[in-house]
C-alpha cells in the first residue's frame, strides 16, 4: 500500500484576479506548505491563515496540508477544505514519518514559482509574508527570524546553541535557522535532494541553498504562543535525530567539497 496519498480539487487553482492592496508586490505563483502533526485544533485557522496570506501576496496560488500520520482529526478537517475551496490540497502520510519527510512531500507536490514553508501551530501571523514578497526580486531564500521568541526557557536554551553549532560548522548567515517562516524560489530547489526526515531539514535546506550561491534575505517576525497541541521538537528522539542527521550533512558536504578539489 502507498503510505502517501493526495487528495486534490480535480481543477487547476485558479488565478486571483483581485488587485493587491495599496500597490503591494505579488508573486506570480506561490505554495503554501503545511505540515501538520495531531493539529487538529489548530490546522482549521492555520488554512484559513494560509489562504488569506497567499491571496493577498500571489496572483496564483495553493495551500498544500500535509498530514504527518496524525492520530486525531486534522486530516478530516483538512479534507473538509480541499472539498469546498479548489486551492487547498492535502497530503496523507498513514504513518508519521517526521517533519522532513512531510516538508519533502509538500515541497515534491508544490506546483508554483515560489514555496512557502510554515507550520499549523498559529505561532505566526502569516500576513508578515508581504515583508518577505516585498524583497523575492532580489532573493532566491527569505527566512524569518523569530524576534521575541514565545517558547518555553529550555526550547529558547536549546534553540540558541543549535543556531551557534550550526554557524560554526557550517558558516550560515541566518540567525533562527529553524524558523518555520521561509520562502523559497521554487527552481532554487532544483537538483537539490533533501535527506533530512526530522526537524534538521530546515537547517539542511539553508546550508544546501547557501552553499549552491543562493541570495539569502532575513526579516525579523513576530512569534506567538502555542496555544493547542503539544510540542514535539524538545523531545529527546527528536533532539538525537537532528544531531544525527547534522553530523551526516556535515559529512555529506565535506566529501562533495574534496571531490570538487
Known amino acids: 500500500m502507498n503510505p502517501t496519498r ?4 480535480t481543477r487547476a487553482p485558479v488565478r486571483d484576479r483581485r488587485a493587491p492592496a ?29 489562504r488569506a496570506a497567499a491571496s493577498a501576496s500571489a496572483w496564483e496560488w495553493e495551500v498544500i496540508v500535509v498530514n504527518d500520520g496524525s492520530s486525531d482529526a486534522t486530516a478530516e478537517i483538512a479534507a473538509g477544505f480541499v472539498a469546498a475551496d479548489e486551492h487547498v490540497r492535502l497530503i496523507v502520510h498513514t504513518v508519521n514519518r517526521g517533519y522532513g519527510d512531510a516538508l519533502r512531500s509538500g515541497i515534491a507536490a508544490a506546483h508554483m514559482p515560489w514555496i512557502f514553508l510554515t507550520d499549523a501551530d498559529l505561532q505566526f501571523d502569516l500576513r508578515e509574508l508581504e515583508r518577505l514578497v516585498a524583497h ?6 527569505l527566512v524569518g527570524c523569530r524576534a ?20 560554526r ?3 550560515v548567515p541566518v540567525r533562527d535557522v529553524d524558523c518555520a517562516f ?7 530547489l532544483e537538483g537539490i535532494e533533501l535527506r533530512a526526515h526530522g526537524a534538521m531539514i530546515s537547517t539542511e535546506l539553508v546550508v544546501k541553498l547557501t552553499a549552491r550561491g543562493a541570495r539569502l534575505f532575513e526579516c525579523d ?8 497541541g503539544e510540542q514535539s521538537g524538545a523531545s529527546p528522539r527528536v533532539v538525537l535525530r537532528a544531531f544525527r542527521e547534522l553530523l551526516v550533512l556535515r559529512g555529506d558536504l565535506r566529501r562533495r567539497t574534496a571531490a570538487v578539489s
Open 6 to 9: 493526495l487528495l486534490q480539487p
Open 221 to 228: 517576525v513576530a512569534h506567538r504562543p502555542r496555544l493547542a
Open 148 to 167: 521575541q521568541r514565545r517558547d518555553p526557557l529550555g526550547r529558547r536554551v536549546n534553540a540558541r546553541a543549535w543556531n551557534w553549532l550550526v554557524r
Open 22 to 50: 495599496h500597490g503591494a508586490a505579488r508573486l506570480p505563483g506561490l505554495s503554501v506548505v503545511l505540515p501538520c502533526f495531531n493539529e487538529e485544533a489548530n490546522v482549521a485557522d492555520a488554512i484559513r491563515h494560509a
Open 182 to 188: 521561509k520562502l523559497v524560489r521554487a527552481s532554487a
Open 169 to 171: 560548522l557550517f558558516a
Open 136 to 141: 523575492a526580486g532580489d532573493a532566491d531564500l
